[in-house]
């Protein structure tokens, strides 16, 4: 996945590669235990897109780096359908 440091925008936003905004407020409660794909791909692009660090990730949401390595390897194969939990098993058959 390839991103620009020009995308940050200012602090708490950014601008994805679609042309879409993530701000702070896109992110997942720092309490989340149910891990949808959707959620995923908010932390995952977060830190890609410089919105926020892997450390701070891995210490806000309580995930281990890597689980979120997983995230983000499953997102560069196979995009944000990868982070499916179904799709994941799917393309491991």
Excluded: H
């Amino acid at each position: 996945m390839r991103f620009r440091k020009d995308m940050k925008t200012g602090a708490g936003l950014v601008r994805l590669a679609d042309g879409s905004f993530l701000s702070d407020a896109d992110l997942p409660p720092r309490d989340t235990t149910r891990w949808v794909a959707s959620r995923k791909l908010a932390v995952v692009r977060a830190v890609l897109y410089q919105l926020r660090t892997q450390e701070e990730v891995l210490e806000t949401y309580s995930i281990s780096e890597e689980e979120f390595c997983d995230w983000v390897n499953c997102l560069a194969t196979n995009g944000p359908s990868g982070l499916k939990i179904t799709s994941r098993s799917n393309i491991s058959r």
